[in-house]
Every structure is written in C-alpha cells, then in structure tokens.
Nanobody, 122 residues
Framework: QVQLVESGGGLVQAGGSLRLSCAAS????????MGWFRQAPGKEREFVAA????????SYGDSVKGRFTISKNNIKNTVYLQMNSLKPEDTAVYYC???????????????WGQGTQVTVSS
C-alpha cells in the first residue's frame, strides 16, 4: 500500500518560513516525480512545485517562484518544500503528490497525501 505522509504545516506570520516534508512508503518514485499542490478554501487545487526524482529538474507555480524551493532525498523517498517569505495568500491545505512514471505537473498524479494545513497570518 502506497502512503504519502506530509508533515511540517502550521501557523506562521507573514514573512516567515515553514518547511514541509513528504515521506513515501510502499513504492519508490525514483523513476517518476513528486511534488506539492495546494488548495485554499473556495478555490481549485493549484500546482505548487515538483521534482523529477532521477535528476535535479524542478518546476514551480508562478505564485511561488523565488520564494519556495523543492528538494529531494531519493534514499529516503522523501521530498521537501522550503517556503520562505510567506504571504497570507499562501494559506491553504498543501498536498503531496507522486507518480512512478508521470510528470505530476501535467498530471494527474496517481498518489496523493492527506494534506497538511498551512496558515499565514497578516
């Protein structure tokens, strides 16, 4: 059974930082991609960032470029999202996503985590 377990969400003031982690179990994604999406109340799910696990190739949504950084640890089958200069509009549930073969930015990813809440206060 494949599981994606997110951690690291919470409440932070605007301008602050948080680091999310997503640990995958039950399958390796070394030939695929992993990353993050987010969904704010009343809005559609939005692509945040993704990485191709076999190479250091990354992609970011326009709203987070220059502020967020995705990284990976292939041995641990884990991806991280370092979020800096957080804004109130970054408030959302952040979901980890993964696929063994597909580029998850163009999706849809095969696997999803349960989500972790990130709240940025002004």
């Amino acid at each position: 059974q494949v599981q994606l377990v997110e951690s690291g969400g919470g409440l932070v003031q605007a301008g602050g930082s948080l680091r999310l982690s997503c640990a995958a179990s039950g399958r390796t994604f070394s030939s695929g991609s992993m990353g993050w999406f987010r969904q704010a109340p009343g809005k559609e799910r939005e692509f945040v960032a993704a990485v191709i696990m076999s190479v250091d190739s990354t992609s970011y949504g326009d709203s987070v470029k220059g502020r967020f950084t995705i990284s990976k640890n292939n041995i641990k089958n884990t991806v991280y999202l370092q979020m800096n200069s957080l804004k109130p509009e970054d408030t959302a549930v952040y979901y980890c996503a993964a696929d063994e073969t597909r580029w998850i930015k163009t999706g849809p990813p095969r696997y999803w985590g349960q989500g972790t809440q990130v709240t940025v206060s002004s």
